[in-house]
T-cell receptor, first 114, second 115 residues
Framework: AQKITQTQPGMFVQEKEAVTLDCTYDTSDQSYGLFWYKQPSSGEMIFLIYQGSYDEQNATEGRYSLNFQKARKSANLVISASQLGDSAMYFCAMSPDSNYQLIWGAGTKLIIKP | GAGVSQSPRYKVAKRGQDVALRCDPISGHVSLFWYQQALGQGPEFLTYFQNEAQLDKSGLPSDRFFAERPEGSVSTLKIQRTQQEDSAVYLC?????????????FGPGTRLTVT
């Protein structure tokens, strides 16, 4: 079965601290992409970062980095120096080679405290 | 360049009415997806187009749902005889290529409320 699991329904983090959002995945495909999206209360789904299954280095985009551990099938998102504007829902998603669609996790609601 | 746009942003329909939701993808994007998102949940796949071809419609919940992309650009999702359980946000996304290593870019969504 192809599945994404996000075990943290909600998190509170103090402003300026780093935060790690967990994501594990399950697929038998050798080729797949892993994505993180941010959805603020306004509702728009914003692409943050991508990791390919063949990439040996962890992806980074500004304050976002993806901690990719292929053997453990995990793709955690790390946000450094969190800001109030980071408060949002965060979704992990997978695009397996055998499937057109994105497989989504249930999301983590992140709240940054001032 | 412009992102993905959707219209209308909000739609209220009486139960039994037909609705049409429009998606304008990023220019040149080959792939187009429709998703349904219930409150507090992740998106659920509805259907996928590669250019004008609808390659996967396995996520459409019933035969009341119909999608088209006749010229490989703009797409319309039509829901006939709307029911209360159709109330959700409908997201459209486009992707430059067809492989797994391309990210999907999303529009702002259409929030449908069926009364």
């Amino acid at each position: 079965a192809q599945k994404i699991t996000q075990t943290q329904p909600g998190m509170f983090v103090q402003e300026k601290e780093a935060v790690t959002l967990d994501c594990t995945y399950d697929t038998s495909d050798q080729s797949y992409g892993l994505f993180w999206y941010k959805q603020p209360s306004s509702g728009e789904m914003i692409f943050l970062i991508y990791q390919g299954s063949y990439d040996e280095q962890n992806a980074t985009e500004g304050r976002y980095s993806l901690n990719f551990q292929k053997a453990r099938k995990s793709a955690n998102l790390v946000i450094s120096a969190s800001q109030l504007g980071d408060s949002a829902m965060y979704f992990c998603a997978m695009s397996p080679d055998s499937n057109y669609q994105l497989i989504w996790g249930a999301g983590t609601k992140l709240i940054i405290k001032p | 360049g412009a992102g993905v746009s959707q219209s209308p942003r909000y739609k209220v329909a009486k139960r039994g009415q037909d609705v049409a939701l429009r998606c304008d993808p990023i220019s040149g994007h080959v792939s187009l997806f429709w998703y349904q998102q219930a409150l507090g949940q992740g998106p659920e796949f509805l259907t996928y187009f590669q250019n004008e071809a609808q390659l996967d419609k396995s996520g459409l919940p019933s035969d009341r749902f119909f999608a088209e992309r006749p010229e490989g650009s703009v797409s319309t999702l039509k829901i006939q005889r709307t029911q209360q359980e159709d109330s959700a946000v409908y997201l459209c996304a486009s992707r430059a290529g067809t492989g797994v290593f391309y990210e999907q870019y999303f529009g702002p969504g259409t929030r449908l409320t069926v009364t």
